[in-house]
């Protein structure tokens, strides 16, 4: 099996952010890993795959949140632009706090620019690796590494 250079210096409970891609099994590809130095909460990035404004439900990266009447929702520049104003195919971050119990709680959401192309993206702490299948865990994610993942940040 090919070494993946620095999936061996990866830490569970180190802060990491990872671009990739949401595989149709519900795991997520890395691209790339880049290791911080501190890490404040956890967020999700994608394309809004549905939403339903009676329920206040939004669909991010297969997964559904009900977002209370008060949720923060801001545009790009930081403005509140109201949970009517999001579109199905917007890019946005969608921050929060994340344990194993309660799962990801959303907090606020911001829309992203985006220059043609999108990269999904997690951001927060390492919960397990498992060296053998090539896999870490974040945010309840399974997060593959393969040879193409570039490991930033030692």
């Known amino acids: 099996m090919e070494e993946i250079i620095g999936f061996k210096e990866l830490q ?12 149709e099994d ?16 956890v967020a999700m990035v994608g394309e809004i795959q549905k939403l339903d404004p009676e329920t206040g439900t939004l669909r991010l990266l297969n997964q559904d949140f009900i977002l209370p009447n008060d949720f923060a929702v801001r545009d ?12 199905i195919g917007s ?15 959303p907090d606020s959401l911001k829309m992203k620019e985006t220059f ?4 999904d993206k997690l951001i ?16 309840g994610f ?10 930033e940040g030692f």
Request: glycine share 12%.
């Open 12 to 23: 569970v409970g180190q802060p990491v952010n990872v671009k990739g891609k949401l595989l």
């Open 91 to 105: 890019v946005v971050k969608l921050k929060g706090r994340y344990s194993p119990v309660e799962g990801f709680v």
């Open 124 to 139: 927060g702490q390492i919960d397990l690796i498992d060296g053998e299948r090539r896999m870490l865990k974040m945010i």
């Open 142 to 151: 399974p997060v593959l590494v393969n040879h193409k993942t570039m490991i």
């Open 26 to 41: 519900g795991s997520f590809l890395a691209l790339e890993i880049s290791v911080r130095a501190y890490q404040n909460g």
């Open 116 to 119: 043609g192309f999108n990269v």
């Open 76 to 87: 790009a520049e930081r403005y509140d632009i109201g949970f009517e104003n999001l579109k």
